[in-house]
């Protein structure tokens, strides 16, 4: 199976009141990704490090946490 494949029957096995989230979590994924987009310079990179030390010591926030500051 292509990795499009795969990701459309992700979605399609989400439950309803969760589509919104995804929604938005893949269309920031879209904006960080797009080729016109900031370059990861020094500066980015060094964020994605910060953020992946705080993942891996734990200090992470749940999914109803981000929806509430999304207003989702």
């Known amino acids: 199976m292509k990795t499009r494949e795969a ?5 399609n096995e ?6 919104e989230t995804a ?3 893949l269309e920031d994924l ?3 990704a797009h080729p016109d ?3 990861l310079d020094a500066k980015i990179l060094d964020s994605i490090d910060r953020g992946l030390a ?5 200090r992470t926030k ?3 946490e981000y929806e ?3 207003g989702l």
Not at 7 to 11: G, Q, R, T
Not at 14 to 19: F, G, I, N, R, T
Not at 54 to 58: C, N, P, T
């Open 23 to 25: 929604r938005q979590w």
């Open 14 to 19: 989400l439950p309803e009141e969760q589509m």
């Open 62 to 64: 749940s999914v109803s």
């Open 54 to 58: 705080e993942v891996a010591a734990g």
């Open 30 to 32: 879209g904006d960080a």
């Open 68 to 70: 509430r500051e999304r």
């Open 7 to 11: 990701l459309h029957d992700l979605i």
């Open 37 to 39: 987009g900031p370059p």
